[in-house]
T-cell receptor
Framework: NAGVTQTPKFQVLKTGQSMTLQCAQD?????MYWYRQDPGMGLRLIYY???????DKGEVPNGYNVSRLNKREFSLRLESAAPSQTSVYFC????????????FGEGSRLTVL | AQSVTQLDSQVPVFEEAPVELRCNYS??????LFWYVQYPNQGLQLLLK??????LVKGINGFEAEFNKSQTSFHLRKPSVHISDTAEYFC????????????FGTGTQLKVEL
């Protein structure tokens, strides 16, 4: 049972480069989320998708775009990476009636030089 | 909007000692409350949650938390910790109208020592 799978696990970029973080869940969850984790700041919501075909901004959306490709997949794109986007990114999903129970991937560590 | 405050960034404790990790929240509406745990190099997993009913909730690995509405707190406790409890713990809140959108605190690193 894979749960939530994120790729890549590690990535180093130069300022201005673009990249896409991929996320897929096999639990048939409707809601999916992208968070970033920074030391001393906890987890901050970047974007979320309450259902296939919908996406909404979270707390820190600037510099990011998302695509809910289908029910399983939710990708996060950095169009022009900046050093401030150096972080650990987590994808998560939630069952409709599983109030607050997020299932997380193992994270993607991104460094922007 | 809601917010969560975890005042203790690090809590060192000896094995078999009790521990309390503090969490206070702010919200103008009714809330759901959660504790998540993150082991090194892993994603977060749900430890316990308060939705309604009894204010004392029990979670996995012997942890429990008590919802105190008057003090807007949801402190996490364990009577006797183990080395394997070393991890980062996050308190989170959502309002009852939007239970699928959580706001997390900054986390408390629990370090259990021999």
């Amino acid at each position: 049972n894979a749960g939530v799978t994120q790729t890549p696990k590690f990535q180093v970029l130069k300022t201005g480069q673009s990249m896409t973080l991929q996320c897929a869940q096999d639990m048939n969850h409707n809601s999916m989320y992208w968070y970033r984790q920074d030391p001393g700041m906890g987890l901050r919501l970047i974007y979320y998708s309450a259902s296939e075909g919908t996406t909404d901004k979270g707390e820190v959306p600037n510099g990011y775009n998302v695509s809910r490709l289908n029910k399983r997949e939710f990708s996060l794109r950095l169009e022009s990476a900046a050093p401030s986007q150096t972080s650990v990114y987590f994808c998560a999903s939630m069952l409709d009636r599983g109030i607050g129970e997020l299932f997380f991937g193992e994270g993607s560590r991104l460094t922007v030089l | 909007a809601q917010s969560v405050t975890q005042l203790d960034s690090q809590v060192p404790v000896f094995e078999e000692a009790p521990v309390e990790l503090r969490c206070n929240y702010s919200s103008s509406v009714s809330v759901y409350l959660f504790w998540y745990v993150q082991y090194p190099n892993q994603g977060l997993q749900l430890l316990l949650k308060y939705l309604s009913g009894s204010t004392l909730v029990k979670g996995i690995n012997g942890f429990e938390a008590e919802f105190n509405k008057s003090q807007t707190s949801f402190h996490l406790r364990k009577p006797s910790v183990h080395i394997s409890d070393t991890a980062e713990y996050f308190c989170a809140v959502s309002n009852t109208g939007g239970g699928n959108k959580l706001t997390f605190g900054t986390g408390t690193q629990l370090k259990v020592e021999l």
